[in-house]
C-alpha cells in the first residue's frame, strides 16, 4: 500500500478487500485481535491483564463502591477502551471492504510473495494463540515452575 504513495488517509484503504482479499482479511483480523475480540489472541492478552488486575484488587478487601482500590478502575478503564477501539476498528473495516478504491487505485497491489506469506503467517498465529492460548500459557507456567525448583 505504502508503494502507491499516499497511504495515511483511511480513503486509501477503500475497496482494499477487492483488489487484495488476503491483505484486508488480516487487516481486519489483526484489528479485532488488537480490540480484544475472543478468540484472538489480543483477547487472550487482555483478559490476562484484567485477570492480574482483578487479584489485586480482591486482595484489597473493599466493600463498598468508595473503597475499591484503583486498579478497579484501571480494569474498567481497559474494558471502555476496548469497547472504543471495536468501533474504530470496524470503521477502517467497512472501508476497505465496502468503499469504492479511490481513482488510480483499481488493480491489485505490486506484487511481494515474502509480505503475504508473513502477513498469512502471522494471521495464522494471532487467531491460533488465541484459541490454544490455554495450553501455552500452561506450558509457559511449567516451564517457569522448572526453573524455580531444586534439582
Known sequence: MESDGDAS???????????EPLLAFGMFIFMISLAGVPPMAGFLSKLMVIMGIVNVGVGTGAESL????????????????S??????????AVVMFFD????????????????????FACVLVTILVGIFGDSILEMCRSAAESLTTNW
Open 9 to 19: 488517509r483511511l480513503s486509501s484503504l477503500g475497496g482494499l478487500a477487492k483488489r
Open 66 to 81: 468508595s473503597d475499591f482500590h484503583w486498579v478497579w478502575w484501571l480494569a474498567l478503564l481497559m474494558v471502555l477502551n
Open 83 to 92: 469497547a472504543i477501539s471495536v468501533f474504530y476498528y470496524l470503521r477502517v
Open 100 to 119: 469504492a478504491p479511490e481513482e488510480g487505485r483499481e488493480g491489485p497491489l505490486p506484487s511481494g510473495w515474502q509480505v503475504r506469506t508473513s502477513i
